[in-house]
């Protein structure tokens, strides 16, 4: 089928897509997201057993629920396995010669179908995921009284740290949180797109190799600057854009983010559309 457009075969192939995706792969969310629940249950159970192991980590003060930190070090681990970890389980099977036919087989455009993935994997499932879970964390301090701020609470009200009169996001704590999920999923799809096996691993493997070339590239560039030049034309630049350096600060973040979920998402749907077995 040509990669042609109709929205009313879409929104009953997206339909389907979402029915499928939670067949599949419903209670693997759902345990990743009523973590809150799960781990406040065990941090109760091993207090009431005495355990102070967590409270040498805190000069000895006795601890009966896990401070904010913790729980938001939970929250931060939690997420990051599961943005990596479910673009391969809801779309991995497409390079599997069996299944990946069959999906091509399917009488829906590949531009539908790819349309349909990203909508899943970028919008749907991380935004269930993430309120499901604030959901629960939430729902741990109302009925715990002594369970402190929610992470709903702490994330609306995070700052970067920056000091009065600095540079400041808009979204704050929020950009953030959306352009972090955004990045990682777009770069694990690609990956359950590109490798047939050991699909987390070898992207993975693949970010560090990246990162070790571009850093490699970045000192070779500085090594051949004048640093003390180029920090002269920084400031002087950030003084004839102080009025306005917030932002020129949040254009260049963002566009970064464009670009770099753009690119990726191009080059999903280049493996999408030559997808064949």
């Not at 929250?75 to 943005?83: D, H």
Request: hydrophobic share 55%.
């Amino acid at each position: 089928m040509s990669n042609t457009f109709n929205i009313s075969r879409f929104c009953k192939y997206f339909g389907f897509d979402l029915k499928s995706r939670w067949k599949d792969q419903g209670l693997f969310l759902v345990i990743f997201a009523i973590l809150p629940i799960i781990f406040h249950l065990i941090f109760l159970f091993f207090a009431a057993l005495g355990y102070d192991g967590i409270n040498a980590l805190f000069s000895g003060a006795p601890i009966s629920r896990p401070p904010l930190g913790v729980r938001a070090g939970v929250f931060a681990l939690a997420t990051g396995i599961f943005l990596m970890v479910f673009p391969s389980r809801t779309y991995g099977f497409l390079t599997d010669k069996a299944q990946g036919s069959e999906w091509i087989e399917l009488p829906v455009s590949r531009l539908e179908k790819f349309t349909s993935m990203m909508l899943t994997c970028l919008v749907v499932i991380p935004v269930a995921f993430l309120f499901v879970y604030l959901l629960s964390d939430a729902l741990v301090c109302l009925i715990d009284g002594k369970a402190g701020m929610s992470l709903f609470g702490a994330w609306r009200d995070f700052d970067p740290g920056f000091s009065e009169g600095m540079v400041q996001f808009g979204a704050r704590g929020l950009w953030f949180l959306v352009a972090s999920v955004l990045q990682t999923v777009s770069v694990f799809l690609l990956g359950a797109l590109l490798f047939k096996k050991g699909k987390i691993s070898k992207t993975i493997l693949a970010l560090f190799v990246i990162s070790m070339a571009i850093s490699a590239i970045t000192a070779s560039a500085v090594s051949m600057i004048d640093m003390e030049r180029f920090a002269e034309t920084i400031e002087r630049w950030a003084e004839n854009h102080l009025s306005n350096i917030d932002f020129w600060f949040n254009f260049w973040s963002n566009l970064s983010l464009v670009v770099v979920v753009g690119g990726l998402g191009l080059w999903s749907w280049f493996k999408v559309k030559n997808l064949q077995h």
